[in-house]
């Protein structure tokens, strides 16, 4: 089942604290997991991804969880500011060979209150 | 600069007309992507292209159609057999790993 789920769909954050959204897939085929962020209007930008051989990666305020065994892997935004405001997508992908296609969550819209 | 870029922003379609949406990269990538999102949705692949002169169905390729005559260029077909054209149409591409990049998107409206 080429499927990943998102959650929450929406979140509110005071600025300067923690924002987590999470992703499970069904697929264990999946072996890239990258984040990214979408404002109105916009592409989506790659934030930050991590394959499933490392539990977690770091890139500045911007954490990514990955549980294997869970099938889950989550966005944890420290520090959260009012800039971060955006839609945030989660996604998945197999490889080169078999398409590198990203299956996408549906997203998950925060807001950071200044 | 390098990039992806996406033509036009804005595109305004009558019902029963064919519209062709563009999409050009400048970054040397092997492969390309037509992704559709809808408001308050994630993204779902429309085609995608490995290699010129070759490309694959996604997951709703009915009603769009797609060429690959250039590494660059990876136009949108979107006909009138798709009923339900309006949405946001991304296009990406990648190098042969995983990393893709999206453009800016082209805005579609049904009049």
């Known amino acids: 089942q080429q499927q990943v789920k998102q959650s929450p769909q929406s979140l509110i954050v005071q600025k300067g604290g923690i924002s987590i959204i999470n992703c499970a897939y069904e697929?264990?085929?999946?072996?890239?997991f990258p984040w990214y962020q979408q404002f109105p209007g916009k592409g989506p930008a790659l934030l930050i991804a991590?394959?499933?051989?490392?539990s977690e990666k770091k890139e500045g305020r911007f954490t990514i969880s990955f549980n294997k065994s869970a099938k889950q892997f989550s966005l944890h935004i420290m520090d959260s500011q009012p800039g971060d405001s955006a839609t945030y997508f989660c996604a998945a992908s197999i490889g080169w060979n078999a398409g590198n296609m990203l299956t996408f969550g549906g997203g998950t819209r925060l807001m950071v209150k200044p | 600069d390098g990039g992806i870029t996406q033509s036009p922003k804005y595109l305004f379609r009558k019902e029963g007309q064919n519209v062709t949406l563009s999409c050009e990269q400048n970054?040397?990538?092997?492969?390309m992507y037509w992704y559709r999102q809808d408001p308050g949705q994630g993204l779902r692949l429309i085609y995608y292209s490995q290699i010129v002169n070759d490309f694959q169905k996604g997951d709703i390729a009915e009603g769009y159609s797609v060429s690959r005559e250039k590494k660059e260029s990876f136009p949108l077909t979107v006909t009138s057999a798709q009923k339900n054209p309006t949405a946001f149409y991304l296009c990406?591409?990648?190098?042969?790993?995983?990393?893709?990049?999206f453009g800016p998107g082209t805005r579609l409206t049904v009049l």
């Open positions: 990406a591409s990648s190098i042969s790993g995983f990393e893709q990049f």
């Open positions: 991590i394959r499933p051989d490392v």
């Open positions: 970054l040397n990538h092997d492969a």
């Open positions: 697929n264990t085929a999946f072996d890239y």
